[in-house]
């Protein structure tokens, strides 16, 4: 069985099997494979538990066997909305990739390492990876496997309000909880949103302009968790929000890497320090207060039993 929840800070959302903590980028080897000293930094920040999420059958593989090298680690399971035709191109069936994804979970309850369906939802800026009528066939069924297994949903929602609202709305009432990761809509639909009883995923992606500081603004703490997305969504210095970090990394390029530093570009968990700064910031309130609500808020809905 997973190890009792250890109170502080929560990472709910990061892709810590992509192949740039392998040290490949855009299938070029650049340095030594460096997790290792990531996840130290990670265990330096305050983190103590972090979600790795599952973008496809196969990455949601890797990412229930990531987590189980450590307490810190849990993972989801999921197709994320642009890569939903790997649901067409299975050999067996878009109904037999669904059952992988539920013999996944089936085969691993005792472990209690995979705590949410997805990453799942609707993206329609990035139709070019997947049709938006192919999404919408493979989000529904997601959302019922979720009822079916007693999880919550790790949701994406990107240009498709409207239709991924008229989705959720039709089940609502018989899930077991979601968040809205990465979230960069209006005030209106995250209130929309949270009406429902949806929490709002913060990452560097939701703070990059003055509107989007207005809208976290307006969004409770109790309905808010948090995120690096790492190793994107990293607050840059173009980032309306930049002006409220105090802590900050040394990085240096890929093609400069060393073991005791940040690569430039790559975001990493530890940095959720700066979401958490930014939050507080414009929130006016203590910093801690912003790390109490959202560990509250993410224990209830993916460690209820820790």
Known sequence: MASKLIRGIVDIGVNL??????????????????????LVRTEQSGITQMIITGGCLSESREALELATTSNMLYSTVGCHPTRCLEFETCKEGPAAYLASLRALVMSNRESGKIVAVGETGLDFDRLNFCPKEIQIKHFEPQILLSIELGLPLFLHCRNAFNEFHAVMKKHITSCHGGVVHSFTGSLDEAIAFTDMGLYI?????????????KVVSGIPLDKMMVE??????????????????????????????????????????????????????????????????????????????L
């Open 201 to 213: 995923g913060i990452n560097g992606c939701s703070l990059k302009t003055e509107d989007n500081i």
């Open 17 to 38: 099997t992509d192949p740039v903590y392998q040290g490949v980028y855009y299938k070029s080897k650049h340095h030594p494979p460096d997790l290792d000293r990531v």
């Open 228 to 305: 690096t997305d790492a190793p994107w969504c990293e607050i840059r210095q173009t980032h309306a929000s930049y002006k409220f970090i105090k802590t900050q990394f040394p990085a240096v390029k890929k093609e400069k890497w060393s073991g005791d530093k940040m690569v430039k570009s790559r975001n990493e968990p530890c940095k959720i320090s700066q979401v958490l700064e930014v939050i507080a910031a414009i929130k006016g309130c203590p910093i801690d207060l912003v790390i109490e609500k959202t560990y509250e808020n993410t224990k209830n809905m993916f460690f209820p039993k």
